[in-house]
């Protein structure tokens, strides 16, 4: 059997490191999605119920980007039409380092503003 390589999005600014971290994991939801697929596989309705806001367009979206850049894998837990499981890949855990350093940030932050939850 042949091993499907994602096919890689494009960079939008040529040989950028920082624009292509950006890309693959920016933007508001990213994180958390990676975030909760931490812990174990999620399907789609499981995603949606935990980060509330998101709207079930954006989600798929997010996770379709995140499927491509090799982040999250994709899987049928049966044949169709059973539902769909989210997991994170191998590589999609590199990002977990980062994701506890913006944590911590997060609280400094909240802590910096008197955030009373903390």
Not at 7 to 16: F, G, T, Y
Not at 55 to 76: G, N, Y
Not at 94 to 107: A, D, H, Y
């Amino acid at each position: 059997m042949l091993a499907v390589h994602p096919v890689r999005r494009p960079n939008p600014v040529s040989d950028c490191p920082l624009t292509a971290a950006l890309a693959a994991m920016g933007g508001k939801w990213k994180l958390i999605i990676v975030y909760l697929l931490v812990e174990r596989p999620l399907h789609f309705a499981a995603l949606r119920r935990d980060i509330s806001g998101i709207s079930q367009k954006v989600l798929t979206q997010q996770l379709r980007e995140l499927v491509a850049d090799d982040i999250v894998r994709r899987e049928r837990s049966a044949p169709v039409p059973a539902p769909v499981v989210y997991s994170l890949t191998d590589y999609g855990k590199s990002l977990l380092p980062l994701i506890e350093t913006v944590k911590t940030w997060g609280r400094s932050h909240l802590a910096h503003f008197g955030d009373p939850s903390l």
